[in-house]
């Protein structure tokens, strides 16, 4: 009597749709990742922007990143995914390019806060600018981890 034995081909885990989407892992730091990024855009707005071409990439990442990754969450929530395979590597790329480009921003944002930190009139922009950079080193982390913890999904 033969006995069945297991498939061969091993089984990938369904994509998280719906609140389920908040108890996965990978995707559990997409809000977190829209919240900080969200910090991030608003400290820098509320500065006086001493260096445009430096805080100006800050904001762009900032808000494009935030406007994609708040798109992401809706498909994920809505299921608009239909489970394929495919949004796995895309979620992967785009996380990963997110990373770097949030890096990039935030040394930008981190020379910004050096450059306002000599600026005796108004301490309170260097401290704004110390947060958005400790938010946008956070934000960056942050996506560093969703998309490396994909392959470990």
Known sequence: MALASPSASPTQPALPSGPAI??????AFILP?????????????AT?????LLQGWVMYVSISSCLISLMLL???LFGLHKNSENWKVLDSLYHGATAILYMSAAVLQANATINSEFNLNSPLY?????AASFFAFI?????????FSIYYH
């Open 74 to 76: 809706f498909i994920y």
């Open 22 to 27: 908040f108890k996965t892992v990978p995707y």
């Open 139 to 147: 934000t960056t982390f942050l996506y560093i981890l969703h998309a």
């Open 48 to 52: 006086s922007v001493s260096s445009p």
């Open 33 to 45: 990742e829209i919240v900080c990024g969200t910090w991030v855009w608003i400290l820098v707005a």
């Open 126 to 130: 260097y401290q704004l600018n110390s």
